[in-house]
């Protein structure tokens, strides 16, 4: 995820190419698919189509919580940004717009698409009551974190984390836990265990899961483990590919609870093996989470299990 215009643009510059090309920021409609496609790869150097395709087909699912943007000249894109609204992923209590991918038309570098882009997003989130904006971006990015510093964003207070399975192996623990996909049955237990941990309500967060799970089962995973007949803990993932500019297909870790009567008796295990099983059918290697820099417990685990500390840097905007 990169702007290909920098922060730190000449005034004048910027006036004169905004005069002699205006340009219109909008909400993203399916017919900018192959001009975006067309802008991404003329940074990546290749094409990366699946990528827009699921992008696209998730954010003009439901036209009514579309907020990806494009900027327009002459009736054609110039520029794109996607994001996604996030209602509770990674143990994370507030409502926050997840930043995914931004770019810019070389013949338009220079001209502030990008910042435009970003200032007519944080608009429309402040006026949807959202709470805060988050992106990550690679340390070394120094001029791509200094764009984002320019215009209000600050370090997040999440760490983000990476389990490469290969390198570091799961090493399963004995369980009796049965893990099953979630059924709409479930989803009440489920967000009773959540309360449990998160001291918060988060109903609506699991229906949305539950919904993406059943509608695209190929990225989405949803999975509850049960302990003498009783939910004991669950498990959220989902598949990225592209999303902040890597390109690598990867598992993520929405959310993952184990009810604290079922705790130390492998329930995690098994819901982490059972993730594991559905992410080599995938082809995916690798799986990263976020997770909050005190949550201690959680982190012991987390290392335990191979994840360590990514090159990424989360970057957020707040509202208050």
């Known amino acids: 995820m990169a702007p290909e215009s920098s922060p730190m643009e000449d005034e004048d510059l910027q006036k004169e190419g905004e005069l002699n090309n205006p340009f219109i920021i909008r909400v993203i409609a399916e017919a900018d698919l192959e001009r975006v496609i067309s802008i991404d790869a003329k940074s990546h150097g290749h094409v990366r189509r699946p990528y827009f395709e699921e992008k696209f087909a998730v954010c003009l699912r439901d036209p009514g919580i579309n907020t990806s943007l494009a900027a327009e000249s002459d009736g054609s894109a110039i520029g ?40 007519q997003y944080r608009k429309n989130m402040e ?8 992106t990550l971006v690679d340390w070394h990015r120094l001029e791509l974190i200094g764009f984002f510093r320019s215009i209000g964003f600050r370090l997040s207070h999440e760490l983000d984390l990476v389990w490469d399975t290969a390198r570091h192996p799961f090493q399963a623990g004995h369980s009796h836990a049965e893990v099953t996909a979630a059924t709409e049955a479930d989803l009440d237990a489920v967000a009773e265990i959540d309360r449990e941990t998160m001291q918060a309500s ?3 967060y699991f229906s949305g899961k539950f919904s993406a799970a059943a509608s695209r089962p190929g990225n989405n995973h949803f999975l509850v483990a049960w302990l003498d007949g009783e939910p004991a803990g669950f498990l959220v ?34 819901l982490l093996e059972s993730l594991l099983d559905w992410l080599r059918e995938a082809g995916a290697a690798r799986i ?23 090159s990424r840097i989360g970057l957020m905007w707040r509202f208050q």
């Not at 990225?240 to 705790?263: H, N, T, Y």
Request: aromatic letters at 14%.
């Open 237 to 270: 993932g989902s598949i990225f590919q592209g999303e902040f500019g890597i390109e690598e297909m990867r598992g993520v870790i929405d959310s993952f609870a184990v009810r604290e009567k079922f705790r130390h008796q492998g329930v995690a295990s098994a």
């Open 127 to 134: 006026a949807l009551r959202v709470e805060a904006i988050h």
């Open 202 to 204: 988060r109903g609506r």
């Open 80 to 119: 794109f940004l996607l994001g996604q609204l996030f209602f509770g992923e990674f143990g994370i209590p507030v409502t926050r717009a997840v930043l995914h991918t931004l770019g810019v038309h070389p013949d338009f570098a220079h001209r502030r698409v990008a910042h435009r882009l970003l200032m």
């Open 288 to 310: 990263e989470t976020l997770c909050r820099w005190n949550d201690w417990e959680l982190l012991r685990y987390f290392e335990y299990v191979g994840f360590r500390p990514s």
